[in-house]
């Protein structure tokens, strides 16, 4: 059974970067197969899909967040990150991590929430 | 500002059926890509309900389906249940700028 957590600060201060990493358990980020994605939500409101990152690193990601978007790889450890630079109070939501595949998440972390706040 | 439109509630009593829509335009889901349907209970990560604009995944029960035509697709709920009271967003991809995903605005479905 696959399995994705999120980890990472729950707080951080604006203007700067927001870190987050995924470990997965049950499957390969080396895998060609799937695709490794964010999303997030802010409070009370839906979903935005953030981006995602490939096997061999390549990467799509939104158009509205790319200026600030940096995702990796880290096969050793079986996981994947997001760093979003710049931040503010607008990037406060609830970021989940999952497994594309085909256009589809099939496999989502339980989310991990990130308030941008001083 | 998501690029697919929902309706922002709708619901039913129980056994009823309700449809939920999901429009866009010529750019998402009228230039052929597919249409995928989340659920979402507070608290909780979405799960997938539909892949590939009318496909369940194993265990979804089967009153859930979908359809796609033209510019909009549908998420029909047959035999409502206390149970499918809960948050639901279409998904599609979106190549007026670089081929990326979009998620709908999101339906909050009630259970009278």
């Known amino acids: 059974q696959v399995q994705l957590q999120e980890s990472g600060p729950g707080l951080v201060k604006p203007s700067e970067t927001l870190s987050l990493t995924c470990t997965v358990s049950?499957?390969?980020?080396?895998?060609?197969?799937?695709?490794w994605s964010w999303i997030r939500q802010p409070p009370g409101k839906g979903l935005e899909w953030i981006g995602y990152i490939y096997y061999n690193e390549n990467t799509n990601y939104n158009p509205s967040l790319k200026s600030r978007l940096t995702m990796s790889l880290d096969t050793s450890k079986n996981q994947f990150s997001l760093k979003l630079n710049s931040v503010s109070a607008a990037d406060t939501a609830m970021y989940y991590c999952?497994?594309?595949?085909?256009?589809?998440?099939?496999?989502w972390g339980q989310g991990t929430l990130v308030i941008v706040s001083s | 500002q998501s690029v697919l439109t929902q309706p922002p509630s709708v619901s039913g009593a129980p056994g009823q059926r309700v449809t939920i829509s999901c429009t866009g335009s010529s750019s998402n889901i009228g230039a052929g890509y597919d249409v995928q349907w989340y659920q979402q209970f507070p608290g909780t990560a979405p799960k997938l309900l539909i892949y590939?604009?009318?496909n369940r995944p194993s265990g979804v029960p089967d009153r859930f389906s979908a359809s796609k035509s033209g510019t909009s697709a549908s998420l029909v709920i047959t035999g409502l249940q206390a149970e499918d009271e809960a948050d639901y967003y279409c998904q599609s991809y979106d190549g007026s700028l670089s081929p990326s995903r979009v998620f709908g605005t999101g339906t909050t479905v009630t259970v009278l």
């Open positions: 590939g604009s009318r």
């Open positions: 049950g499957g390969s980020v080396s895998s060609r197969s799937y695709y």
């Open positions: 999952a497994r594309e595949f085909s256009g589809y998440d099939d496999y």
